[in-house]
């Protein structure tokens, strides 16, 4: 038997099997009824399947709309070899938390770093993550946005 879960915040749908629900499922209950059922990790959606740009020195990755929060996780090459790296959640407003990064990694806009921070809202009040490449020369970013 399969149901449909449908997303309060943004109307999107999945549909999953009961067995699965009821196997991966948390659930919240007082008195065997449930108050908080967390399904999140049963649903992994991808901002465009990953983003992989050449970006030069001082230029942004495009296209990182923040209206809804989730985590990813970014990395920059230089000739295929992997120069930083880092694991990040983002919220609603685009507010960036690196959880685990390179050195050569800030949550500002800083040089000699690759950068990934909140940028400014657009005509609509909807911010963006800014992803920045200040390491000092063209490097391949290639980026990871689950939510």
Known sequence: MNLTLKSKSDGST?????????????FD???DEIHYLDVTYLISTSHDGGISQDVAD????TGIKADVHG??????????VMVA?????FNKDATVTILTSSDNVAD?????????Y????????????VIKNR????HTIKAQLNY
Do not use: P, W, Y
Not at 58 to 61: E, K, L, N, Q
Not at 108 to 116: L, V
């Open 85 to 89: 790296h880092a694991t990040f959640a």
């Open 118 to 129: 909140q940028g400014a809202a657009d005509a609509t009040g909807i911010r963006s993550i």
């Open 135 to 138: 390491l000092g020369k063209l």
């Open 108 to 116: 500002a806009d800083t040089d000699t770093k690759m950068c990934i």
């Open 14 to 26: 999945i549909e999953v099997s009961l067995l699965d629900l009821l196997a991966k499922a948390k």
């Open 71 to 80: 985590h990813g996780s970014i990395f920059a090459f230089d000739a295929g």
């Open 29 to 31: 209950h007082i008195n």
């Open 58 to 61: 001082d230029a942004t990755v």
